[in-house]
């Protein structure tokens, strides 16, 4: 994601997987650092508006606040929902504010 020229149909395919990720994840992330999803939408807001630039950085800084929890040898399982299909059209990243 970080290294995206424009944002294509694969990259709105990678978006819409990493939306949902988010949506599992949201409350592990809420708990063990808020911020991270701060960044998270961002970069959804900033890959609506076209703003590449904007959404890899914001991307970058929730991946720098990923890396550097504390590590405590595993993070808890999250419930499997399955992956989005690939034939899909991406849903729109807003819907992970809700």
């Given at each position: 994601?970080?290294?995206?020229?424009?944002?294509?149909?694969?990259?709105?395919?990678m978006?819409a997987a990493?939306?949902?990720?988010?949506?599992?994840?949201e409350?592990?992330?809420?708990?063990?650092d808020?911020?991270?999803?701060?960044?998270?939408?961002?970069?959804?807001?900033?890959?609506?508006a076209?703003r590449?630039?904007?959404?890899?950085?914001?991307l970058?800084?929730?991946s720098?606040?990923?890396s550097?929890?504390?590590?405590?040898?595993?993070?808890?399982?999250?419930?499997?929902?399955?992956?989005?299909?690939?034939?899909t059209?991406?849903?729109?990243p807003r819907?992970?504010?809700?």
């Amino acid at each position: 994601m970080l290294t995206v020229a424009d944002l294509d149909a694969d990259v709105r395919t990678m978006l819409a997987a990493l939306a949902h990720t988010a949506v599992t994840a949201e409350p592990l992330l809420a708990n063990l650092d808020p911020s991270i999803l701060i960044e998270i939408r961002s970069a959804f807001d900033h890959a609506e508006a076209q703003r590449i630039d904007d959404m890899r950085a914001s991307l970058l800084m929730a991946s720098r606040r990923l890396s550097v929890l504390p590590h405590t040898g595993s993070f808890p399982s999250l419930p499997h929902q399955g992956a989005p299909p690939h034939h899909t059209k991406p849903s729109n990243p807003r819907d992970m504010r809700e």
